[in-house]
Each structure stands twice: as C-alpha cells, then as structure tokens.
C-alpha cells in the first residue's frame, strides 16, 4: 500500500473523529486507530495478520444487565485488545482493590495486534474497583478502573 495512500487515510480518520478504520487491499492490511497523544496514531499489520472478529465477546456482556456503578474517577480503555493485570502470567498484578496509586503508575496492559501498551494512572488515589479480569477482551472506552 503506497504511503501517500496511508497518510490520506489518517487525515480521514482525524477529520471524520472515527475511533479505528481498517482497511484491506489485496494481502495488504491498514489498520488506523486513534488514541490518547502518547500513543501511536495508526499501525500497519503484516500481510499474514488474520483480520479482526466483526463481534467480540464484549458485546454481547453490554446487553446483559449493568453492573453497579462505583463512584470515582473511571479509567477507560483506549484501545480495543486484550486486559492483562501484571507483566506476565507468574507475575502480580499491577493493581488490586485497595491499593494507592498515583499519576503515571502502570495499572495495567493492553495487548493489540501484538503488541503490549501499558496503561498509567492519570490520577491519584485509592483503587475502589477493576471491572475486567485477566486476559478479557476489552473495548475502546470501557470502563477498566475505579479510582476515588
């Protein structure tokens, strides 16, 4: 896919404030997804990637009834991938219920299209709630924290 075509393609996408496009053109695959500004605006994925399931998992947990909503201040997903509590599966997790955080400690990771993006506290105080569990699915702009 020629650059030109790519950099088109993220003007697009900033003009129209789509979140994700993706795109594929014969075995070339383009995959555009905004974000916070510390992360990358658009990753291009290997010719072999398999594409991404129209529906995932989580979709189908929104129509179920609503949890309860915990006060505080909510950290959001800003990607879609896969939740990961610690660095590794031996590993702790980053965070429990209970613990104090403060700004810039990692809270967590997402894993998309292979690659892992650590999630940071953007503000300080007391865990109240994690929404998610290990190895979760996630979608962009689910709830993943509750911090009071």
């Known amino acids: 896919m020629d650059i030109r075509k790519i950099k088109k ?3 697009l996408v900033e003009e129209s404030g789509v979140a994700e ?3 594929t053109e014969g075995e070339e695959s383009v995959r555009i997804c905004r974000f916070s500004a510390n ?4 990753v291009a994925a290997p010719a072999h990637t398999p594409a991404v399931p129209a529906i995932l998992p989580a979709a189908t947990q929104s129509e179920a009834a609503p949890a309860p909503e915990a006060e505080g201040q909510k950290v959001t997903a800003p990607m879609v991938g896969t939740y990961y ?3 590794s599966p031996s590993a702790e997790p ?3 219920v209970g613990d104090e955080v403060q700004v810039g400690d990692p809270l967590c990771i997402i894993e998309a299209m292979k690659m892992m993006n650590q999630i940071d506290a953007e503000v300080s105080g007391r865990i109240r709630a994690i929404q998610v569990e290990n190895a979760e699915p996630v979608e962009f702009d689910q709830v993943l924290f ?3």
């Open 21 to 23: 496009l993706e795109i």
């Open 9 to 11: 393609l993220i003007e």
């Open 85 to 87: 509590s610690s660095p």
């Open 94 to 96: 980053f965070v429990q």
């Open 146 to 148: 509750v911090i009071d």
């Open 39 to 42: 992360l990358p605006a658009a």
